[in-house]
């Protein structure tokens, strides 16, 4: 088997990414666009030692989940992954990924559940992230990034963005662009505008712009500040307004300096009964509807009493602890982001939550402290980013003995990875993916652990 070769392959499973996986003389050869079932005709496009990666030349036996795609950009944008896939059959496919993960760690598990999907799986993102850039002509636009690229390509109408954000993105880009402002050119760290941020209340209909300039000069540009006056007049829900600067030739969005230009400093916006304040850098979950679904499958698997302690771990704006709050005596948050905690302080006087303490640091810095002011967790909530937890902090969670811990995870991997070493001390209960970005390879899982019995 060698590059450009071509073969007919049987797809027998889908990797992390949705891509079809097929064997060829033993080696595993990854199909971009295949689906499990599938029969097809392919051309080796990379050969390795260890795995090959092929292109579709011909579908042989099509999967009766195959479905024509809904976005005029899908496969070439580096959104959506699973368009293709009928979307009950994405779900399955989610729930299995965690479980081949889980296998390959040789974990003890329950069954898992089916990943909960959403009704109408469309529009749900109520955070855009437009990069602005130049062309190879010098023209600018604003767009996705292509697969594997930093080049961006024009979307007409986004399907899992929400629509009313998407259009003033798009809106707002052409006033930009109309009144000579350049977008952002990575090679020489030239240009006006790198991205374009915009968030939106799912309940509330609350609209923020974060516009991301690369110069500090521009925060005072009158030109700059007149648009985006008119963008405010033109549109009663937007309720604030920022400039945000970033001179770093890095792929960070957001730069350190936050010039607040008009409105309120936050928006707001709730999960369940309780209302939460958002700013521009503070981690909101970005399908609303799904993170109440998320945080309701966490509550009912704790199984938590009156009498218990939680602590709160990468706590964010503090959403999980006050959602679990009525259940709970007392909720310690830990997030090292400063901004995040003074979120979560507003959200928890916001709300009337008397029961819960938000505090500011590493999670191994406060958990030793915690351990000096001796306060014990009976239940610990994990929430990590997508590295997962680490050494230092499994350590000391299983250090605190706490009896039941609830883990949120955005990455399967590193979740089965983090649960390997705590299953020494802990039984895994219930494991429950969710769905909360459809057409898309990633998934929550909520997975509850209780401290064996000796």
Do not use: W
């Not at 590059?3 to 949705?18: A, Q, R």
């Not at 939550?353 to 610990?380: H, Q």
């Amino acid at each position: 088997m060698k590059k450009n070769d071509v073969s007919k392959l049987e797809i027998i499973d889908n990797g992390m990414n949705f891509e079809g996986i097929a064997k060829n003389n033993n080696m595993v050869v990854f199909v971009p666009g295949a689906i499990i079932g599938e029969t097809v005709l392919a051309k080796f496009i990379k050969v390795n030692k260890n795995y090959a990666i092929a292109k579709i030349e011909q579908m042989i036996t099509e999967s009766r989940y195959r479905v024509k795609p809904f976005c005029d950009v899908f496969g070439k944008c580096g959104g959506c992954s699973s368009q293709h896939i009928e979307y009950d059959m994405q779900l399955i496919l989610k729930s299995k990924l965690v479980k081949n993960l889980f296998d390959k760690q040789k974990l003890k598990y329950p069954k898992i559940e089916n990943t909960v999907g959403m009704g109408l799986p469309y529009y749900y993102r109520n955070k855009v992230q437009y990069p602005m850039r130049q062309d190879s002509k010098g023209n600018s636009k604003i767009g996705f990034y292509l697969k594997r690229s930093h080049n961006v390509i024009y979307n007409n109408c986004c399907y899992i963005q929400n629509r009313v954000i998407d259009i003033l993105a798009k809106e707002l880009s052409e006033d930009l662009i109309k009144s000579g402002f350049k977008g952002y050119n990575e090679e020489d760290n030239s240009g006006d505008i790198r991205h374009l941020l915009i968030r939106r209340g799912y309940h509330t209909k609350e609209i923020m712009v974060v516009v991301i300039v690369n110069k500090e000069e521009l925060v005072y540009d009158s030109k700059l500040i007149d648009i985006l006056k008119n963008i405010v007049r033109k549109n009663e829900c937007i309720k604030s307004v920022f400039i945000n600067v970033n001179e770093n030739n890095t792929n960070e969005i957001l730069g350190d300096k936050l010039e607040h230009i008009l409105g309120d400093e936050y928006i707001s916006d709730y999960i369940g009964d309780f209302k939460f304040f958002i700013s521009p850098k503070s981690f909101f979950q970005v399908n609303t509807l799904q993170a109440e679904v998320l945080y309701s499958v966490l509550k009912e698997s704790l199984l938590i009493n009156k009498d218990e302690v939680i602590f709160d771990l990468y706590s964010g704006v503090g959403s999980i602890g006050i959602f679990l709050s009525k259940e709970a005596k007392k909720i310690y948050g830990i997030e090292i982001e400063k901004e995040a905690v003074k979120m979560a302080n507003l959200n928890i006087i916001e709300n009337n939550v008397t029961n819960a303490e938000y505090i500011a640091g590493s999670v191994e810095d406060k958990i030793e402290e915690f351990k000096i002011r001796n306060i014990k967790p009976d239940i610990i909530v994990v929430d990590p980013p997508r590295k997962g937890l680490d050494e230092k902090s499994i350590k000391y969670i299983l250090a605190f003995n706490p009896k039941k811990i609830g883990y949120v995870s955005c990455n399967p991997a590193t979740l089965s990875r983090d649960l390997k070493l705590l299953e020494s001390k802990y039984e895994i209960k219930k494991v429950v993916p969710v769905d909360m970005f459809p057409f898309t390879e990633h998934c929550e899982v909520v997975t509850t652990l209780e401290l064996k019995r000796s």
